[in-house]
């Protein structure tokens, strides 16, 4: 038993010295190696990293092109000759040049071009808001050349998506995708219709995912996208940007158009291009469809979207000057510098300085990354966030609070279509709540009111009750539709409650 030991020991030790012996030689050979030599080594002792499938398949997209032709849609907008949209002051055409859509500039009526996405069958259309906004008549033709009049059901100028309607049945669609399971490397398609050349795709790859670039709600400080404002009554960013980008040619003419995957699933809106001349150069931009889907339904549901708000003010740390700002060595998170009296956010506990590492157990390095997820929900909903202070992360769970809403945009002309989009305004049926609130058998709600409209000049604000429209009586939608058509002089009379109980009888040529 004993002369066992001794061998046992015996080999132990002789295993020990050999092993040390090749560890030497192997440290001592692995500093000689070149670096394609160490991948060698790294990928031949890791197989599962080496025997990766390429997600391109055949590079066939013709089925995907083929599928997505027919549902997007080529869009042409008529302005006021005094209208601003088409006078070059939007922020859109200032930061990035003149992108957006071709633009005309005669002495009379102005037009403008972009693309849509035909999402039902009966005739709903998702496009961006910058092509519709202001817009007095808005025509669309599809990919087989058909001519329809649509009006605007309501627009979100935070996420720069719209959704309009024509009047037609068993129109085909694209069908939605999942944004979130996108990867950056996929290939994808954009349709759409650059410099009128309508039905044309284009296929790149996905360059990255969440991006933000400070073009949407520029007007609230030009020069600083995530200002750090030291004020006693701050201002929010409103805007919400986590672009997916894509060197796929996206030109004047695509905004509102389709990106794609290559099973002909819709992942994005086209939205914008980084550009220096106004033309391709490599950078398009998305929105990704899981954002616009929430706000697509909300504008169908409720005229409006249901936004809800943590209530904080940030700096952005990913921007070496935002972190210097605030003397702060991070490079990823957000910097509180500011929180809303009575907001969710003031409620759960986040305090002033503190930096949010964290939203809902996922990283955040930069703003998109909280903004998306939030403009996902609805008031009511929780979040849970997790910040940094004073050196150990902290938990809090906040409630999302409703914000009043801001959002306005624009329309004018003849036809009841034309006339809906005047008004400026999105509605909503009322409930038996409201109905006894204001003592009222019938009516709709103002759910939106867009700058430069019919609504906006005559002051009928947001929470407005409409009763009748040139004394007839107005319950939904179509009802205004009824009303509005073939006006006798082009004068209009609404007659409604404004939010506070007090009636009014407002008249007004509209033609």
Do not use: C
Not at 173 to 191: F, Q
Not at 314 to 333: I, R, Y
Request: hydrophobic content about 35%; aromatic content about 8%; charged content about 20%.
């Amino acid at each position: 038993m004993k002369k066992f030991g001794i061998t046992l020991l015996t080999a132990f030790a002789g295993g020990a010295l050999a092993l040390g012996a090749y560890k030497f030689v192997e440290n001592k050979y692995d500093q000689n190696m070149s670096i394609e030599d160490k991948q060698k080594v790294y990928f031949a002792s890791n197989p599962e990293k080496s025997n990766m499938v390429s997600s391109a398949g055949s590079v066939d997209f013709t089925q995907s092109a083929a599928e997505v032709t027919p549902a997007v849609v080529y869009i042409r907008t008529t302005y006021a000759s005094n209208s601003s949209e088409g006078g070059g002051s939007d922020p859109f055409e200032q930061m990035f040049g003149q992108m957006f859509g071709q633009r005309m500039r005669p002495q009379g009526p102005q037009m403008a071009s972009g693309s849509g996405v035909i999402i039902s069958p009966d005739g709903y259309i998702v496009t961006n808001n910058h092509v519709v906004a202001k817009a007095e008549k808005i025509q669309i033709v599809t990919n087989d050349h058909r001519s329809f009049e649509a009006k605007v059901i309501g627009t979100d100028p935070n996420t720069d998506l719209a959704l309009i309607k024509v009047n037609a049945t068993n129109l085909p669609i694209v069908k939605l995708g999942n944004s979130d399971a996108v990867r950056v490397g996929e290939w994808v398609l954009a349709v759409g219709n650059p410099f009128k050349l309508n039905s044309t795709v284009t296929a790149g790859i996905v360059s990255a995912k969440g991006r933000s670039i400070g073009i949407i709600g520029r007007d609230d400080d030009e020069d600083n996208p995530y200002p750090v404002r030291q004020q006693e009554t701050p201002s929010f960013k409103k805007g919400i940007e986590s672009f997916i980008q894509t060197d796929a040619a996206i030109n004047p003419g695509n905004s509102g158009g389709a990106l794609v995957n290559t099973n002909g699933e819709l992942i994005g809106i086209n939205a914008a291009i980084a550009s220096h001349t106004g033309s391709y150069e490599g950078y398009g931009f998305a929105i990704p469809i899981n954002l616009a889907k929430k706000v697509l339904n909300d504008i169908k549901k409720y005229g409006s979207v249901k936004r809800g708000y943590v209530g904080i003010g940030f700096a952005d740390l990913s921007d070496p000057e935002q972190a210097k700002s605030v003397n702060s060595t991070k490079t990823n998170g957000l910097y509180v510098n500011s929180v809303l009296p009575g907001s969710g956010a003031l409620e759960a506990g986040i305090k002033e300085g503190d930096i949010i590492t964290k939203v809902d157990g996922n990283t955040v390095y930069e703003s998109s990354d909280l903004q998306e997820r939030v403009a996902r929900l609805q008031p009511g909903d929780k979040i849970n966030l997790t910040v940094l202070r004073n050196g150990s992360e902290k938990n809090f769970t906040v409630t999302l609070k409703a914000d009043a809403p801001s959002n306005r945009t624009a329309a004018v002309s003849k036809s009841a279509t034309e006339l809906f989009n005047k008004l400026g305004a999105s509605f909503q049926p009322l409930n038996a709540a409201q109905k006894a609130k204001f003592h009222v058998n019938g009516g709709v709600l103002v759910t939106q009111v867009r700058q430069g409209g019919v609504f906006d000049n005559t002051e009928i604000p947001v929470g407005s009750i409409i009763t009748s429209i040139n004394r007839k009586p107005i319950n939904s939608v179509d009802d205004i539709d009824k009303a509005i058509t073939n006006l006798r002089n082009g004068m209009l009379l609404i007659t409604g409650y404004y939010p506070d109980g007090g009636s009014f009888n407002n008249m007004f040529q509209v033609q």
